[in-house]
Nanobody, 136 residues
Framework: QLQLVESGGGLVQPGGSLTLSCAAS????????IGWFRQAPGKEREGVSC????????NYGDSVKGRFNISRDNAKNMAYLQMNSLRPEDTAVYYC?????????????????????????????WGPGTQVTVSS
């Protein structure tokens, strides 16, 4: 069974950068499209970004486009989310998740609404999350 664990969160000042990592075990990560999500206190979980199993296709939510970069290293069974120009509104718990191979609409094809209200049920494996706090 695929297990995911995020790391790399922390406290950063506005305008700063962080890189989150998602480590997989129990199954080869290259079988799955990987999504990053976040959830702020009192808010619904939203999609941030995703990357196809091969890494050749990516997609980003509008709120992070141009600031965040998703990548993966299948040889290391790892996925990453590089976050630049961080803003206080980026404060949230960040999760990585593996998309089911038979997803209705692959997250690499999501539109704006899909990132706002992602089909959480189509991601079968989730990490416990890592806290990112952007504050001066």
């Amino acid at each position: 069974q695929l297990q995911l664990v995020e790391s790399g969160g922390g406290l950063v000042q506005p305008g700063g950068s962080l890189t989150l990592s998602c480590a997989a075990s129990g199954f080869m990560l290259d079988f799955y499209t990987i999504g990053w999500f976040r959830q702020a206190p009192g808010k619904e979980r939203e999609g941030v970004s995703c990357i196809s199993s091969s890494g050749d296709s990516t997609n980003y939510g509008d709120s992070v486009k141009g600031r965040f970069n998703i990548s993966r290293d299948n040889a290391k069974n790892m996925a990453y989310l590089q976050m630049n120009s961080l803003r206080p509104e980026d404060t949230a718990v960040y999760y990585c998740a593996a998309e089911d191979p038979i997803a209705t609409v692959p997250c690499t094809k999501w539109g704006i609404q899909d990132f706002s209200r992602p089909p959480i049920s189509e991601f079968g494996s989730w990490g416990p999350g890592t806290q990112v706090t952007v504050s001066s």
